[in-house]
């Protein structure tokens, strides 16, 4: 009951309470009265920190908040308020500052809270907090769902997390804070009533639409409880949709939200807390999320479920289990396992699910962990807490559709199963549809079940299963949907009934012909059921039909009817023991190689018709007992046919003996490939040999062991190949003499081969894969017999292989041809010095086994490389002093060895070309006439123009000689001369580099 304590008149206009004291304010000061009305303190505020206007008193703190934008906060717990903070002027810290519209401070008096108007008189949608002990204001504003700071976070989620946490931010956004409190115990928890603002419902609605398929209604005031930590920043715990019922939120303390209901309207039955007596009826309370079914609970539960629902809203879910493990409550077991589906955490909530006694869930959550991807096991765990939508998410994220379409289906939501099965599962669509049609079966409509049967391809039995009762809709069902099956269905039922011209009919319809054939049978009618059988050609009506033949002792047709059912060993069984032997033969040859090999059984023991024995051995594969029987029978075109079958998994025996009839028949090529056949190499090429049959390249390659044959051995393998390769050498074929030498592994031989087809480019090839001085030898003794003045490329491989031969000997000999042919062909002495030269180095470098020679030959390149590089200066000499010039001349013609290096022509050349020019024809006369005394030939036109010839003998009247044929000087710029020169002179300068 409410008695009076005291009374006294007062001039405030805010009045709060606290034990034995009233507050009340005044200008620039705060009464602190007794009931009775007594000032027993004043609590005074300066000019610059304003007016009190707010006070709010929380635990044994007073927090007062003023006209000029001061925060401060008193400790009540003494006999006499003390500050418990300096006076905070949030003007400096907040722009667009208006004016203070609420504070409220938290239990211990550390943080408080603060609502504002704007410069321009509306709300603003952040909550400020103002810690005391770090002098520190931070914020969150409803309007974009983000606080000012890191630290303060409302969401704390996981990546799988994100889309939820994404939908309750939704409902936060576009508002602005009404009103707010903290807990009358507990200093970390915080509740704000937050509405929608008046100018962004039309915005909000509008996104909410373009994000969701179906439309959403924005409710207007959202209930947000928090938990405020110094280490985790602003945690939102939970929210919800404020109830019609309730007027406007009063406060919080654990474990109730308080409300007050409006006048005239009563309580929903869960919200209801009516038959408390303590609570007036104009107060409704709400428990809060973690402590429904522990109202009722003392201190210690009180704080263990605070410190759950704390480091659940966290994430941490071993400290959340640590707090409640000695709690028995069912409900917080369950509340925590519902937690786990947020954080994933299945081994928690298996300890969840046994304290809370769930055998189901547990059995379901222990089967469902084959499963590999985690979401799809955490959707299990959902399930069996009844978090249907959690659980839908879960499978969607992680795209396991098909156990989405099981989840529907238990669920009742056939349409969406339907629907995710035709978009996502379609491996699954018709099980779906069976399990729907079963599902609409049970509920007793019939005609969707039907469709769905049909959909699902099961209505072939399952209707006629459905509908067995009513036979009349079962026939018109059958009739309607023209299915063979079910006309073959309802044909074996009516034939059941003894029904059977109707049977017939719809056989005939389902084209079961077996089941017309067999029903005329019965009934007698054999004609009618050969005519079926021979119309259709069915092998199961033939072979039904040729066993009531047999029956009836008809062979012909029996064996007629077996052979159109393709029942060969029964028409074979039917003609042995018949003596249809014409028959036989043509059914053996269409049957299997048993059948064939019985059949050829019987005609070898009847003694007749051995020519068709052989056949059928031959047919079934028994090359040997065919060959035996060809032999003894002396079937020898049967024979040639069984010998081209023959390969090299036969027995060797009957190769060589086929082989060995096809040499004495003089079919030499059909004996060697036996003979190859059966892996008698030696005899095919001494074959090949003694008959001239030439060694194709598919004959050696089949006569060429593989190196990976275990059966022979290396040495015998390369012999065979040395062998194939002399006689391919012998019968012409130098190219596979060539390939065969080569897998023999002697190159040498190879490279002979190869030089007898003349083939330059494979010449060059081989060599230069080959990488043997011998072989570069050869191949560079072979290039030289080619035109290699002509081919620049020629001369280079020649100059190369012998450098990579390390003939250097052999080298110099080319260098001294090279020389030569310069100066017999192109009289070009500078080039066959540069020849001589190269001659000279190679032939020192060269380390010949004869050394008595080597000097020789050098002795002898010296002293032609002497001569040359004379008359080499001679001509040079000749531009510059034309008379010295003709006395080196001179003296060089004395020299007796002068043509081993210098053609003497050359020499009397230059003297008789000199003499003409100065008009001495009588001196020019008498040099050509030395000249041609001197050479061998007396071929002086080859040496000087046939007109300066004719001038010197017109010039002393002597009569012109026939001189012989004049020779053109490359020198002079012709074609032939450039080409040369280019040819000759890159090689020696190359090898001089």
Same mark, same amino acid.
């Given at each position: 009951s409410l008695r009076n304590a005291g009374s006294f008149p007062c001039d405030s206009s805010i009045v709060v309470v606290h034990e034995d004291s009233i507050y009340t304010v005044e200008p620039n000061r705060v009464q602190v009265r007794t009931l009775q009305g007594t000032v027993k303190q004043l609590l005074v505020f300066s000019e610059t920190e304003g007016n009190p206007c707010h006070l709010q008193i929380c635990g044994n703190f007073l927090a007062v908040g003023t006209d000029k934008a001061h925060v401060k906060v008193f400790d009540l717990s003494r006999r006499e308020a003390k500050p418990h903070s300096n006076a905070k002027n949030l003007a400096e810290h907040i722009p667009s500052f208006g004016s203070i519209t609420s504070v409220k401070c938290s239990f211990n008096g550390n943080n408080v809270s603060i609502l504002i108007k704007n410069t321009n008189g509306s709300p603003d949608s952040k909550v400020f907090f103002y810690d005391v002990e770090m002098d520190t204001i931070n914020y969150f504003d409803f309007e974009i769902g983000k606080a000012s700071s890191e630290n303060y976070?409302?969401?704390?989620?996981?990546?799988?997390?994100?889309?939820?946490?994404?939908?309750?931010?939704?409902?936060?956004?576009?508002?602005?804070?009404?009103?707010?409190?903290?807990?009358?115990?507990?200093?970390?928890?915080?509740?704000?009533?937050?509405?929608?603002?008046?100018?962004?419902?039309?915005?909000?609605?509008?996104?909410?639409?373009?994000?969701?398929?179906?439309?959403?209604?924005?409710?207007?005031?959202?209930?947000?409880?928090?938990?405020?930590?110094?280490?985790?920043?602003?945690?939102?715990?939970?929210?919800?949709?404020?109830?019609?019922?309730?007027?406007?939120?009063?406060?919080?303390?654990?474990?109730? @939200?308080?409300?007050?209901?409006?006048?005239?309207? +009563?309580?929903?039955?869960?919200?209801?807390?009516?038959?408390?007596?303590?609570?007036?009826?104009?107060?409704?309370?709400?428990?809060?999320?973690?402590?429904?079914?522990?109202?009722?609970?003392? /201190?210690?539960?009180?704080?263990?479920?605070?410190?759950?629902? =704390? @480091?659940?809203?966290?994430?941490?879910?071993?400290?959340?289990?640590?707090?409640?493990?000695?709690?028995?409550?069912?409900?917080?077991?369950?509340?925590?396992?519902?937690?786990?589906?947020?954080?994933?955490?299945?081994?928690?909530?298996?300890?969840?699910?046994?304290?809370?006694?769930?055998?189901?869930?547990?059995?379901?959550?222990?089967?469902?962990?084959?499963?590999?991807?985690?979401? +799809?096991?955490?959707?299990?765990?959902?399930?069996?807490?009844?978090?249907?939508?959690?659980?839908?998410?879960?499978?969607?994220?992680?795209?396991?559709?098909?156990?989405?379409?099981?989840?529907?289906?238990?669920?009742?939501?056939?349409?969406?199963?339907?629907?995710?099965?035709?978009?996502?599962?379609?491996?699954?669509?018709?099980?779906?549809?069976?399990?729907?049609?079963?599902?609409?079966?049970?509920?007793?409509?019939?005609?969707?079940?039907?469709?769905?049967?049909?959909?699902?391809?099961?209505?072939?039995?399952?209707?006629?299963?459905?509908?067995?009762?009513?036979?009349?809709?079962?026939?018109?069902?059958?009739?309607?949907?023209?299915?063979?099956?079910?006309?073959?269905?309802?044909?074996?039922? =009516?034939?059941?009934?003894?029904?059977?011209?109707?049977?017939?009919?719809?056989?005939?319809?389902?084209?079961?012909?077996?089941?017309?054939?067999?029903?005329?049978?019965?009934?007698?009618?054999?004609? /009618?059921?050969?005519?079926?059988?021979?119309?259709?050609?069915?092998?199961?009506?033939? @072979?039904?039909?040729?066993?009531? @033949?047999?029956?009836?002792?008809?062979?012909?047709?029996?064996?007629?009817?077996?052979?159109?059912?393709?029942?060969?060993?029964?028409?074979?069984?039917?003609? /042995?023991?018949?003596?249809?032997?014409?028959?036989?033969?043509?059914?053996?040859?269409?049957?299997?190689?048993?059948?064939?090999?019985?059949?050829?059984?019987?005609?070898?023991?009847?003694?007749?018709?051995?020519?068709?024995?052989?056949?059928?051995?031959? /047919?079934?594969?028994?090359?040997?007992?065919?060959?035996?029987? +060809?032999?003894?029978?002396?079937?020898?075109?049967?024979?040639?046919?069984?010998?081209?079958?023959?390969?090299?998994?036969?027995?060797?025996?009957?190769?060589?003996?086929?082989?060995?009839?096809?040499?004495?028949?003089?079919?030499?090529?059909?004996?060697?490939?036996?003979?190859?056949?059966?892996?008698?190499?030696h005899e095919a090429l001494q074959l090949c040999l003694e008959q001239n049959l030439t060694i194709t390249e598919d004959m050696a390659e089949k006569m060429t062991v593989s190196k990976d044959s275990t059966g022979l051995s290396d040495d015998f393998r390369r012999e065979l190949l040395e062998r194939i390769a002399d006689c391919c050498l012998r019968q012409g074929n130098y190219h596979l003499a060539t390939k065969k030498y080569t897998q023999a592994g002697n190159k040498t031989k190879a490279m002979r081969a190869l030089l007898k087809s003349g083939d330059t480019e494979k010449i060059v090839f081989f060599t230069g894969v080959s990488r043997q001085r011998e072989i570069y030898i050869m191949a560079a003794n072979y290039l030289q017999s080619l035109d290699w003045r002509r081919e620049p490329e020629i001369m280079k491989n020649i100059i190369s292989f012998y450098t990579k031969g390390r003939a250097l000997d052999l080298l110099a000999g080319f260098y001294d041809a090279c020389a030569q042919v310069e100066v017999d062909e192109y009289q070009n002495y500078e080039k066959a010095l540069g020849a001589l030269t190269e001659a000279y180095k190679c032939l020192s470098k060269a380390k010949m086994r004869n050394q008595g020679e080597q000097e020789e030959r050098l002795e002898q390149l010296q002293n032609k490389l002497t001569t040359v590089k004379k008359f080499v200066q001679v001509r040079r000499l000749y531009e510059e002093d034309p008379k010295e010039a003709l006395k080196q001349c001179q003296i060089l013609l004395e020299e007796s060895d002068l043509d081993q290096a210098v053609r003497s022509g050359d020499v009397y050349a230059l003297l008789v070309e000199h003499h003409a020019q100065q008009g001495n024809y009588e001196v020019a006369y008498k040099y050509m006439e030395e000249m041609a005394a001197k050479l061998p030939s007396g071929n002086v036109g080859f040496y000087i123009n046939q007109q300066v010839t004719e001038a010197i003998y017109k010039a002393v009247g002597a009569p012109l000689k026939i001189i012989g044929v004049q020779r053109a000087r490359h020198s002079s710029g012709e074609d032939g001369g450039e080409v040369e020169e280019e040819v000759a002179e890159e090689p020696y300068n190359d090898h001089e580099d």
């Open positions: 976070s409302v969401f704390h989620l996981e990546e799988n997390e994100v889309e939820k946490g994404r939908s309750e931010m939704r409902e936060l956004m576009g508002r602005y804070p009404v009103s707010h409190f903290w807990d009358q115990n507990e200093p970390k928890l915080f509740v704000c009533e937050a509405a929608v603002a008046a100018s962004k419902t039309r915005h909000s609605n509008i996104t909410a639409g373009s994000e969701s398929s179906s439309t959403e209604y924005k409710v207007d005031v959202m209930v947000a409880s928090f938990f405020s930590t110094q280490e985790h920043g602003l945690l939102l715990q939970d929210s919800f949709p404020k109830i019609e019922s309730h007027e406007a939120l009063l406060g919080l303390e654990v474990p109730y @939200y308080y409300f007050s209901k409006k006048s005239g309207e +009563a309580e929903n039955d869960a919200e209801s807390m009516s038959g408390t007596p303590s609570v007036p009826q104009v107060v409704a309370r709400r428990p809060l999320r973690d402590f429904v079914g522990l109202e009722d609970c003392d /201190k210690t539960t009180r704080d263990a479920m605070l410190n759950f629902s =704390l @480091y659940l809203t966290i994430g941490d879910m071993d400290e959340a289990f640590k707090s409640i493990k000695l709690i028995k409550s069912e409900t917080v077991w369950e509340n925590m396992a519902r937690m786990c589906v947020k954080t994933r955490r299945l081994d928690v909530a298996r300890v969840c699910l046994g304290n809370m006694g769930h055998a189901r869930g547990a059995r379901a959550l222990r089967e469902a962990a084959q499963e590999p991807e985690l979401d +799809a096991r955490v959707a299990m765990l959902a399930i069996q807490l009844g978090m249907l939508e959690d659980a839908e998410r879960l499978y969607r994220n992680c795209k396991r559709f098909d156990l989405l379409t099981k989840f529907y289906q238990a669920s009742g939501q056939w349409q969406k199963a339907i629907e995710n099965a035709e978009t996502f599962d379609r491996v699954h669509l018709r099980t779906t549809y069976y399990n729907y049609a079963k599902h609409l079966e049970a509920l007793g409509d019939q005609h969707l079940a039907l469709s769905h049967y049909e959909k699902s391809d099961t209505h072939r039995f399952e209707v006629p299963r459905m509908l067995l009762e009513d036979l009349q809709a079962l026939e018109v069902y059958v009739n309607k949907t023209k299915d063979r099956s079910l006309w073959k269905w309802w044909a074996q039922y =009516l034939e059941s009934q003894a029904d059977m011209d109707s049977a017939l009919k719809y056989y005939e319809k389902a084209q079961d012909y077996l089941s017309l054939v067999r029903v005329h049978c019965y009934l007698g009618n054999i004609q /009618k059921a050969s005519e079926i059988a021979n119309e259709t050609g069915n092998q199961a009506a033939s @072979y039904h039909l040729a066993r009531q @033949y047999e029956a009836r002792d008809d062979v012909k047709q029996a064996i007629h009817f077996y052979t159109r059912a393709q029942a060969y060993n029964n028409a074979i069984r039917l003609c /042995k023991e018949s003596g249809f032997d014409d028959h036989l033969m043509n059914l053996s040859l269409l049957s299997s190689p048993e059948d064939m090999m019985e059949a050829a059984r019987y005609y070898e023991e009847k003694g007749l018709q051995m020519d068709r024995a052989v056949m059928l051995y031959h /047919k079934s594969g028994h090359f040997s007992k065919a060959v035996e029987l +060809a032999f003894a029978t002396q079937q020898f075109g049967a024979l040639q046919l069984i010998a081209e079958e023959l390969d090299e998994n036969s027995d060797p025996a009957l190769l060589s003996r086929c082989s060995d009839f096809f040499i004495e028949h003089s079919q030499f090529e059909k004996a060697v490939e036996l003979l190859v056949t059966a892996k008698k190499y």
